[in-house]
């Protein structure tokens, strides 16, 4: 950002400087030779000089960063600066077209094409060619609306000073052939009318873009590019708003997103910061804002349950739900905190399973709800120390795990087992290596299997953690 400031300051000064001399050396020139053509290009850099001074403050103010009266910062005084230059350059056209006319229809001027005129305006376009370089590049660089203005007015000085020289060579050509020189004379007057408007054209193409930032228009093309390329991401079900404005240099982008409300908050916020990188692939130095609706879409019965759940920040767990003639029969674990009392653990069950069958009755359901099971039991908030179990017992425990696995069909061995006292019971996890071609059903049935064979022999089991892997 340092660097930024520092060399939109330096660009704006030295054009500044430039604006200076070219306005003093074409006033004197235009006034020694009476060339309206030149008193023209003076009046140009006038108001070159004008729009430099301007621009100079505008980007020293543009660039301080927002605070409790600008929360979207100050960069709106780069498009008021741009619009105050096409003030300025409509309201001295009008007096170099008033001007013209005079000369060409009522009055006769002698102009004197002499060298110095040729000179200045050899000059003139030299600054003016270096200025607008320096300024275009740094405009680009930092997309400062206020330094483009500026590069324009001097690239705009460039061709109208050529107009300028072509009309005194015409002056000056008439004076060598001794013809009439008053139809020549008014070739200067013609070069000022072109050079008018050249700056008319210029000055309502700066107004038109200064007014569009000012009335938040959207830049063109953008918003149609950020729906196409977020609409793109999985998960993002539709955007239903977008809005992007610019703000100096800066671009600001608000986007509301429908995500399926089956997503966790986490999953939300990734899709937000997808559709985040999404944007800042279009627009760099965007400001984003993404806010994400969440939607009852294409839902099955349990992501329907987990939806609920989620809305009324219940945790709940082990859910299943089946179908019989009398309806569809739906089973779940509802975690409550340990220190609740039963009559409002209950409560919260009967609660939740009202608030679930008003849901599941909203949605266009062929199978009425039969019934609602809901276990309660107490939600552990912290971690049980456990301790190594005497070598002995777990070798017993090791050999029967092992001739189980080896009798479960499909099943080669198990390994990594884990045995701990925790709480009074028997911890264990292990892992089961199965076939590679066995169906995730099987698998799972197979594990459910091995759980309930060692419970029937070791009842002192407490939580059994079964991790399934294909086997190489």
């Known amino acids: 950002m340092g660097n930024q400031v520092r ?6 000064a030295t054009s500044v400087g ?11 020139i235009g006034l020694m030779t009476g060339s309206l053509g030149i008193l023209a290009e003076a009046a140009h850099s006038a108001l070159d000089l004008a729009a430099a001074i301007v621009t100079f403050f505008a980007v020293r ?19 008021l600066s741009a619009l105050f230059e096409t003030i300025l350059l409509l309201v001295t056209c009008i007096w170099i077209v008033y001007e013209a006319i005079h000369r060409l229809f009522f009055v006769s001027v002698n102009v004197d094409p002499s060298f110095w005129a040729f000179l200045v305006m050899g000059v003139s376009i030299g600054i003016d060619l270096s200025r607008s ?22 690239s705009t000085d460039i061709w109208s000073s050529a107009v300028v020289i072509a009309g005194l060579a015409l002056v000056r050509f008439g004076k ?3 013809g009439d020189r008053r139809h020549f004379e008014r070739a200067d007057a013609i070069a000022a009318l072109i050079v ?3 700056v008319i054209y210029v000055s309502l193409r700066l107004g038109r873009r200064a007014v569009d930032a000012l009335l938040d228009r959207a830049p063109r093309g953008y918003a149609e590019r950020i729906f196409r390329v977020v609409s793109e991401i999985n998960g993002i079900r539709r955007i239903s708003r977008i809005r992007v404005r610019d703000v100096g240099n800066r671009t600001f982008v608000d986007l509301t997103i429908e995500v399926p409300r089956r997503f966790s908050f986490e999953g939300s916020h990734q899709l937000e910061q997808q559709a985040e990188e999404a944007v800042r692939r279009i627009c760099p ?18 992501e329907t349950i987990h939806a609920v759940a989620a809305r009324e920040r219940i945790s709940i767990h082990n859910v299943t739900a089946h179908w019989t003639d009398k309806g569809m029969w739906i089973d779940l674990d509802l975690e409550v905190d340990p220190g609740c009392s039963f009559e409002r653990a209950h409560d919260l069950a009967t609660e939740f399973e009202t608030r679930l069958r008003s849901e599941l009755s909203s949605e266009a359901m062929t199978t009425p709800v039969a019934d609602i099971n809901v276990h309660i039991e107490p939600l552990s908030y912290e971690s049980a120390r456990g301790t190594p179990l005497d070598p002995a017992k777990a070798d017993q425990y090791i050999q029967r795990i092992k001739a189980v696995a080896r009798e479960l069909r499909g099943c080669d061995e198990s390994h990594q087992i884990e045995l701990h006292e925790v709480n009074g019971g028997v911890y264990l996890s292990l892992h089961l290596l199965v076939h590679a071609d066995v ?5 799972h049935h197979m594990a459910e299997e091995m759980e309930n064979r060692l419970r029937l022999e070791f009842p002192e089991l407490g939580r059994v953690v079964i991790h399934t892997e294909p086997s190489l």
């Open 18 to 28: 430039a604006a200076v001399f070219l306005t003093g050396i074409k006033l004197v």
């Open 439 to 443: 169906s995730i059903a099987e698998v």
């Open 7 to 12: 060399e939109k300051k330096v660009v704006a």
């Open 285 to 302: 130095n965007a400001d984003v804002v993404i806010h994400a609706d969440p939607i009852a879409d294409s839902e099955g019965i349990l």
């Open 176 to 178: 060598y052939t001794g």
């Open 196 to 198: 008018a408007a050249i």
């Open 133 to 154: 370089r320096a300024l275009s590049r740094v405009a680009r660089k930092y997309q400062s609306q206020a330094l483009e203005a500026d590069a324009l007015h001097f």
């Open 61 to 79: 103010i543009s660039d301080r960063p927002a605070d409790a009266s600008h929360l979207y910062g100050h960069g709106k005084v780069e498009n």
